[in-house]
């Protein structure tokens, strides 16, 4: 396993291979779902009337809040525990008998589904599913669970599970609004991969910069 999945190489593996399958199941570059009836549209009946923000706010929200109940639940659990723990100490896990080939696999597995899920849901809310709409999104991933440590940083004490993963969907949407306020100030959409880059490398800089130059207690 480790000649074939090399750590940290997977996800760039399977973007690079999945733009090919998936421009073949699509049969072109771009697919417009204008005459489609989206998950989204039988929510918002239940909101006739109202805005059209407000309904996309209600249903994602709804969506971030089952995805982080159902995850918080999942790596309770003994199963979760072992995938955690493959994660943070694979020699020791591997001693305690669990197959941590096998949680790899399903630890990828799920993290598709998830991105999966996701990716349906924004072509969905676009109106349209495009070949290139996932290129960089991994950047984003990158950016949202750095912002969400450096707000569990600043809270000095020890976080659950399910405050992890609520620090990273709060850090994902707090990156959404840093985003969009650049565009609302006038950033030309063609710097915006740019302008991710470096939120990106300040996100991760700053915890160095804070380590580094904080001030010696002297005893």
Same mark, same amino acid.
């Given at each position: 396993?480790?000649?074939?999945?090399?750590?940290?190489?997977?996800?760039?593996?399977?973007?690079?291979?999945?733009?090919?399958?998936?421009?073949? *199941?699509?049969?072109?570059?771009?697919?417009?779902?204008?005459?489609?009836?989206? $998950? %989204?549209?039988?929510? &918002?009946? +239940?909101? /006739?009337?109202?805005?059209?923000?407000?309904?996309?706010?209600?249903?994602?929200?709804?969506?971030?809040?089952?995805?982080?109940?159902?995850?918080?639940?999942?790596?309770?659990?003994?199963?979760?525990?072992?995938?955690?723990?493959?994660?943070?100490?694979?020699?020791?896990?591997?001693?305690?008998?669990?197959?941590?080939?096998?949680?790899?696999?399903?630890?990828?597995?799920?993290?598709?589904?998830?991105?999966?899920?996701?990716?349906?849901?924004?072509?969905?809310?676009?109106?349209?599913?495009? *070949?290139?709409?996932?290129?960089?999104?991994?950047?984003?991933?990158?950016?949202? $669970? %750095?912002?969400?440590? &450096?707000? +569990?940083? /600043?809270?000095?004490?020890?976080?659950?599970?399910?405050?992890?993963?609520?620090?990273?969907?709060?850090?994902?949407?707090?990156?959404?609004?840093?985003?969009?306020?650049?565009?609302?100030?006038?950033?030309?959409?063609?710097?915006?991969?740019?302008?991710?880059?470096?939120?990106?490398?300040?996100?991760?800089?700053?915890?160095?910069?804070?380590?580094?130059?904080?001030?010696?207690?002297?005893?």
């Amino acid at each position: 396993m480790r000649s074939i999945w090399p750590r940290g190489r997977a996800c760039v593996l399977e973007t690079t291979a999945l733009y090919s399958v998936n421009l073949h *199941i699509m049969g072109r570059s771009n697919v417009p779902l204008i005459d489609v009836q989206t $998950v %989204i549209q039988p929510f &918002a009946r +239940l909101f /006739a009337g109202t805005e059209q923000w407000v309904v996309y706010l209600l249903y994602f929200s709804v969506i971030a809040i089952s995805a982080h109940q159902l995850l918080s639940w999942l790596f309770k659990t003994n199963f979760g525990l072992a995938m955690r723990a493959t994660g943070n100490n694979e020699t020791m896990i591997a001693a305690q008998g669990v197959n941590t080939d096998k949680m790899k696999i399903l630890g990828i597995g799920l993290s598709n589904a998830l991105i999966a899920l996701s990716g349906a849901l924004v072509a969905q809310y676009q109106g349209f599913a495009d *070949i290139s709409m996932g290129i960089g999104i991994i950047v984003f991933g990158l950016a949202s $669970v %750095i912002i969400g440590e &450096a707000i +569990l940083a /600043a809270r000095k004490q020890p976080s659950g599970i399910g405050m992890k993963l609520g620090a990273t969907i709060l850090g994902a949407v707090i990156f959404r609004l840093l985003v969009a306020l650049a565009l609302m100030l006038g950033l030309n959409p063609i710097d915006l991969k740019l302008i991710t880059a470096v939120f990106v490398l300040i996100a991760v800089a700053l915890p160095q910069f804070r380590i580094r130059f904080k001030p010696s207690v002297v005893r």
